[in-house]
């Protein structure tokens, strides 16, 4: 489950696992380690997409990332159990086109309400 | 806002409408070019950001900036605090009708621009900030002249403090308004003074420290009421605890470099996050050995404290919109922009936020 694990510096901890593990262990960080999710970060790799949860557990900031590839682009949602990830989920389905299954309010986040369909401005083709 | 005559019973919480694409931006611009970027998110936090952004890339080149270079930063940021509580502060002092407050703390404010224009040179974007430390030194004949006017400053907040404690018609239209419960504060993943007035003690300058916060001792500030008194003797606190790290920084200011040239950042990721005014300020930044970065992510702090709105507001009458909203220190150019949707009629309306302000007046604290 856990595909790497890297501790660059004290405080920090990267650790990348498969896309259909996050919702698991995001509810894991959140209930079982009183984690708070400080924001989640979406990528354009190319061949595919790169998201990373940012969570704070008393001061270490734990990184969790998962590629989704692009032809599937779509991951369960962890709003459910994270409510503060309401937002940044929206955020990255604006700007990159990635769906977040479950998610309790899918609408738009942060671009115009005329914006065009399939128009992402984070990806890079 | 979902209202029932006057009474808020939901509220949607719309943002875009400043959209500039920043991290789009960011991608196309060198490193060296996204500080100056990074710095122009806010025109009252933008210590936070360009620090925020140079930490995250110094990890990744995994350099050590030199002492007096940290130390430099700490006193820009702390003085950036300053400024952005006092602003604020005059900002409630406004809504709740004390027009007086709002010109004296705007006034003694200056104080603090003075004292930032002398040491970078500006008044807002420092343009201090470099990636391996700062650009430019705090001179021998600099640091007499600082203490005296933080001196000054610290008298005139004292007194602030004391009118916010006692006056009672300010208390009657601050407390028991507004209240966020430490479990929603918690359940939110709310930051900043916004949370630790209701109780939650997460401060990152000791959370998880940066720059030389490890080295100046300070107290973290909380409340327990959640009220907007409460974020408003937080914030009021916080200033003065910050005129106090900013004068030992100054004393304690080692000597040395104030830079470490970097010749090319490597490939690589790092997330970084500094204690901004408005509270936790993360930035998230991957490289790939280029001029240019793969991507920049920012999250700043005002964004993770918007779902605050909905315990402050639902319940209350639309005239507390204004201080409801003013009280979690939105990063926005004031928001003048409430849409009112009638529940029961569904009749929407744009209602100027100087009438809400009129009606939060007239209703005198009820």
């Known amino acids: ?125 | 806002m979902v209202v029932t005559g006057e009474e808020i019973v939901d509220v949607e919480v719309r943002v875009g409408y400043v959209h500039r694409g920043i991290e789009r931006l960011a991608e196309e611009r060198t490193i060296d070019q996204d500080i100056q970027l990074m710095e122009r998110i806010c025109g009252i936090c933008m210590q936070a950001h360009s620090q925020c952004f140079c930490q995250a890339v110094e990890e990744i080149a995994d350099i050590q900036i030199p002492e007096r270079a940290e130390y430099i930063r700490v006193i820009a940021s702390e003085l950036n605090r300053v400024q952005s509580h006092l602003l604020w502060l005059g900002i409630i002092a406004h809504e709740i009708g004390f027009e007086t407050m709002f010109m004296l703390t705007w006034a003694e404010r200056e104080k603090v621009m003075d004292i930032l224009e002398m040491i970078t040179g500006n008044r807002a974007q420092y343009a201090i900030t470099a990636i391996g430390g700062v650009r430019r030194n705090i001179s021998k004949e600099q640091c007499p002249a600082i203490t005296a006017k933080l001196h000054e400053l610290k008298r005139s907040v004292e007194r602030f403090k004391r009118i916010f404690e006692t006056d009672q018609t300010i208390r009657r239209r601050l407390r028991g308004r507004g209240i966020i419960s430490r479990e929603e504060a918690e359940q939110l993943d709310l930051v900043g003074p916004t949370a630790r007035a209701s109780g939650v003690t997460d401060d990152i300058r000791k959370l998880d420290p940066y720059s030389a916060y490890d080295e100046l001792s300070f107290q973290v500030i909380t409340r327990n009421e959640g009220d907007i008194e409460a974020r408003t003797l937080v914030r009021i606190d916080e200033v003065l605890e910050s005129i106090d790290i900013v004068s030992r920084a100054v004393e304690a200011l080692p000597a040395g470099e104030i830079i470490r040239l970097v010749k090319a950042i490597p490939a690589g990721e790092a997330a970084s996050r500094i204690e901004a005014p408005r509270g936790e300020d993360i930035h998230y930044v991957k490289t790939n050995g280029s001029l240019y970065p793969d991507r920049v992510k920012v999250r700043s702090p005002t964004i993770a404290n918007l779902p605050a709105i909905r315990p402050i507001l639902i319940g209350q009458t639309v005239a507390e919109i204004p201080i409801g909203l003013a009280s979690i220190d939105p990063c926005f150019s004031c928001t003048d922009r409430i849409t009112l949707v009638d529940n029961l009629s569904k009749r929407t309306e744009i209602p100027p936020i100087e009438r809400l302000r009129q009606m939060y007046l007239r209703k005198d604290g009820k």
């Open chain 1, 1 to 125: 489950m856990l595909l790497s694990i890297s501790l660059p510096r004290e405080k920090r901890i990267f650790i990348e696992i498969p896309r259909k593990a996050c919702r698991k262990v995001a509810e894991k960080l959140r209930l079982g380690f009183h984690g708070r999710l400080s924001t989640i970060t979406g990528m354009d790799l190319g061949s595919d997409f790169k998201i990373v949860y940012h969570f704070d557990i008393k001061g270490v900031l734990v990184n969790v990332a998962t590629k989704v590839p692009k032809a599937i682009a779509r991951i369960d949602s962890i709003t459910p159990a994270v409510p503060s990830a309401n937002f940044y989920e929206r955020e990255i389905t604006d700007l990159l086109g990635i769906n977040f299954e479950g998610h309790p309010e899918p609408k738009r986040a942060i671009l115009p309400d005329k914006w065009p369909e399939r128009r992402y401005p984070l990806r890079k083709w």
